[in-house]
């Protein structure tokens, strides 16, 4: 008899029972045939053992092929899907009825010829290679030591969250068929309405290849281990006479205990969830999700067919009323009133006609539920620690977790994402039954390599790392009240990006906050004001500006807002004016057309001459509005630019420019940012546009029209811009402002004031729970929204860093 003991290169071992089919003689010379039969009775021997002995056979599929059908039985063909989560326990309450809505349509989707397996897998991974991601390696330029100081501070914050944990979720769908040929069709269909559904309940899911199958097989089979997988050629198999187990088989398998299990080094226990509760709540899978520990739940799902199971159902009424009618004859016959009958028997009858109610007259099917965890741990007080806690969760729900006694084996074959249940330990729940263990909690931010630093979950306390460039539009608007940490925001992102990556930084500055940060990146501030001596040309023109409009065109359509801007006026420019200053532009950019030397850029007094020349009194008009632009006190932008606005990161300080020249210097910023977009587009180049007070360009039309441009054209020239403001009803008060939403996928916002609280909720579906995190909170906390994602952030950055002292704008920190 062998031991239920596994090793992965066990050797074969005799036996103490002899073959019954060969008698062999001691002294008698044997014939060629039974040298032959004894040889075959040796191999096949050997072969029966090393079938019992290796951890390669105990894993139960038989073959897996590149599209990720694996083959588990005879008759079962299965495939696997993963799905990320969405946020269901943040949503408005409307929104997780529909959500939950949308989950019963999911699991009634499947009918008996279907078999499912919902797996959610808690792994810890190398925390070496993790930091390897978030890691910003030296570039020796000058700034490896603020890079340095950066990278420790994320190894911190790290630190702070589970990161280390990978929570991953599978759907695991099956058929019976004859061959791979009959189950590939079918199970294709299947695959394709299942990522139907999925999209309908706004998850993202990808299906599993034979490799990533085969890589979260190895996942399973390998917890707490440093062992890489490594398999990644099909081609390994053709000639070195290995199969996939191979590649993902543990070195051993340890089943002697009756209710915990040896797995490499690592110590499990396979468990199942008796549901004694007649009521359960949505969030009962999410505390056992939240668990720090390694672990893999599954739920096995069979469905029953309707017929069957509503003709079950009637049987049992049938037997319940039999059984009542049987305790009224006993009471007439005691003597007691026939009513008077056992609780229990009311009961079941009650809850009977219930289900059979909504069997029939509602959208419900019955399912047969098998609920499996399996903890794993590096020793054994760890795992008992793990299951006390779990224990403790399935308890707080009415419910039980119940070792699997004399079942490890079984238990752990079937939590691999296979479709395959070996436990014969099943519950009987209708559909939404079923649907209250709700797979989904809350999204987590985290796309590593590349990705920027926004804080912390404050739900998981896990690092929020993402990449703006991956959204479909990657614009942005930083909001929040004075203090909450706006500036400091932008400032923290700026540097992530310098750090990081080859792109270029602009920056419209309109309360001189961020010249130290800028400085210390070896940037250019530009100031500009009456006094300054630092000169930007709003006639510099890019000869590169685009690939599919003339450069002259988009030009005048520029220096358009510019005199409609100042000239002013209720209905602004009139179409004579526009066809007169169109008509100046050709003229003034004439010469530097002809030969593109610097010497030959004109400066606004160029068109103001030209103006002056054309014999319409319109022109004459714009001519006279421009004259204090170019000859009066506010003559600051009648100059050649003599600064470097090439720097790679360029801050325009535009605080000490008076109310008239504001809204007019940052349109010519806007303009700058422009030509700089143009530049870096034919070199693949990304160019992030930060405009602080952006409540101010959408103030006046001209600036809100020029503003709607770049929120609507950046992202195909490979430009972010990102607005920052605390006027929010300044913002919303704009006719822009939807164009502005509609094009902004990136929003981090901070504490709100409660008026705007309210419009934002409105403008951005916000639900009450959701609403609290920017209510009253601190600086450095808020809500981000990535795309359809909405999370929580918290974001302490470390005030005994170098960085924080550049960075922080409060005045006790500054002096």
């Known amino acids: 008899m062998f031991e239920n003991l596994f090793s ?5 071992t005799a036996t103490k029972s002899k073959p019954k089919q060969l008698v062999i003689t001691p002294n008698k010379k044997l014939t060629s045939s039974e040298k032959r039969r004894v040889t075959r009775a ?8 090393q079938a019992k002995e290796s951890t390669q056979a105990a ?11 694996c083959k588990v039985n005879e008759k079962l063909y299965t495939k696997t899907i993963q799905f990320y989560d969405i946020n269901y326990q943040l949503a408005q309450n409307e929104d997780k009825h529909e959500i939950f809505e949308s989950y019963c349509d999911f699991l009634n989707y499947f009918d008996s010829s279907i078999h499912i397996q919902l797996s959610f897998i808690n792994q810890t991974v190398d925390i070496v290679e993790f930091e390897k991601s978030i890691d910003i390696l030296p570039q020796d330029d000058g700034f490896d030591d603020i890079r340095l100081e950066y990278a420790t501070m994320l190894k911190n914050q790290l630190t702070k969250g589970n990161n280390g944990l990978v929570r991953t979720k ?39 290849d034979g490799v990533e199958r085969l890589k979260l097989f190895h996942d399973v089979l390998h917890p707490n281990s440093q062992d890489k997988f490594v398999f990644n050629n099909w081609n390994l198999l053709a000639g070195t006479g290995l199969s996939t187990k191979d590649f993902i088989a543990p070195a051993s398998l340890d089943f002697r205990e009756t209710d915990s299990f040896k797995i490499g080094q690592s110590f499990g226990s396979s468990s199942f969830l008796q549901i004694l509760a007649p009521e359960l709540t949505d969030r009962m899978l999410a505390d056992f999700l939240e668990m720090e520990c390694n672990q893999v739940i599954n739920f096995h799902i069979e469905s029953v067919d309707q017929a069957s199971a509503i003709k079950t159902v009637k049987r049992k009424i049938t037997d319940l009323d039999k059984m009542k009618i049987e305790e009224q004859k006993k009471a007439v016959r005691a003597g007691y009133d026939m009513d008077i009958i056992p609780s229990d028997l009311n009961t079941y009858g009650h809850e ?3 289900l059979l109610e909504d069997l029939q007259s509602r959208n419900e099917r019955l399912f047969l539920i098998t609920v499996l965890f399996t903890h794993t741990a590096k020793s054994k007080q760890e795992l008992d620690d793990t299951l006390f806690q779990a224990q403790g969760i399935a308890q707080k729900y009415n419910c039980a977790l119940k070792p699997l006694d004399f079942q490890q084996e079984q238990g752990l074959m079937s939590s691999i994402p296979l479709g395959n249940n070996q436990i014969e330990i099943q519950r009987a729940l209708t559909t939404s039954s079923t649907a209250i263990f709700v797979p989904f909690t809350t999204q987590e931010l985290f796309q590593g390599k590349s990705s920027l630093y926004y804080g912390l979950n404050a739900l998981s306390s896990n690092m929020i790392m993402t990449n703006r460039k991956l959204l479909k539009n990657p614009n942005g608007l930083v909001l929040g009240t004075p203090g909450s940490g706006k500036s400091f925001s932008a400032k923290r992102e700026i ?19 961020y010249a130290p940060l800028v400085t210390t990146l070896g940037g250019q501030v530009i100031k500009i004001s009456a006094i300054s001596k630092h000169y930007v040309n709003p006639m510099d023109i890019n000869l590169d500006y685009s690939d599919d409009d003339s450069p002259l065109a988009l030009k005048a359509d520029f220096i358009l807002s510019l005199c409609e801007l100042i000239v002013g006026g209720k209905d602004g420019l009139s179409a004579f004016e526009k066809t007169v200053i169109d008509r100046a532009v050709t003229e003034v950019y004439k010469n530097y057309l002809a030969n593109p030397v610097p010497e030959n850029m004109p400066i606004l007094e160029d068109l103001y001459n030209i103006l002056k020349t054309q014999p319409e009194a319109e022109a004459k008009r714009i001519a006279v509005a421009l004259e204090i632009y170019v000859s ?3 003559n600051l932008f009648n100059h050649q630019t003599n600064v470097d606005i090439n720097n790679r990161i360029v801050c325009f300080d535009i605080k000490e420019l008076g109310k008239q020249l504001k809204k007019l210097g940052m349109l ?3 303009d700058q940012v422009w030509n700089r977009v143009t530049l870096n587009r034919s070199q693949k180049k990304s160019t992030w546009y930060y405009i602080d007070e952006f409540h101010l360009l959408l103030k006046e039309e001209q600036t809100a029209a020029y503003s709607v441009e770049i929120w609507k054209r950046f992202r195909k020239w490979g430009g972010i811009p990102t607005g920052l403001t605390q006027n929010i009803k300044d913002l919303l008060a704009s006719r822009e402002i939807e164009n502005i939403f509609e094009n902004s996928d990136f929003i981090y916002m901070l504490n709100q004031a409660s008026g705007d609280r309210q419009i934002l909720s409105k403008q951005l579906n916000i639900s009450p729970h959701q609403l609290s995190y920017v209510t009253n909170s601190n600086e450095g906390e808020g809500l981000i929204f990535y795309g359809n994602v909405i999370i929580p952030f918290v974001d302490r950055f470390p005030k005994d860093t170098q960085l924080y002292k550049i960075m922080t704008t409060k005045p006790d920190e500054v002096a």
């Open 8 to 12: 992965k290169k066990a050797k074969p």
């Open 42 to 49: 040796i191999k096949k021997a050997k072969r029966q053992i």
């Open 59 to 69: 894993i139960p599929y038989q073959s897996i092929n590149k599209q990720g059908i």
């Open 170 to 208: 599978f759907v695991t769908f099956g058929i019976e068929a004859n061959s791979i040929r009959d189950a590939k069709t079918r199970l294709e269909r299947i695959e394709i309405d299942i990522l139907n559904n999925f999209k309908t309940l706004g998850v993202l899911a990808h299906v599993l």
């Open 352 to 354: 009977a006609k219930s």
């Open 495 to 513: 540097t992530n990006v310098f750090l990081i990556t080859d792109d270029d930084i602009i920056i419209c500055d309109p309360e001189s906050e």
């Open 632 to 634: 009066g006190s506010l």
């Open 668 to 670: 010519i910023i806007q």
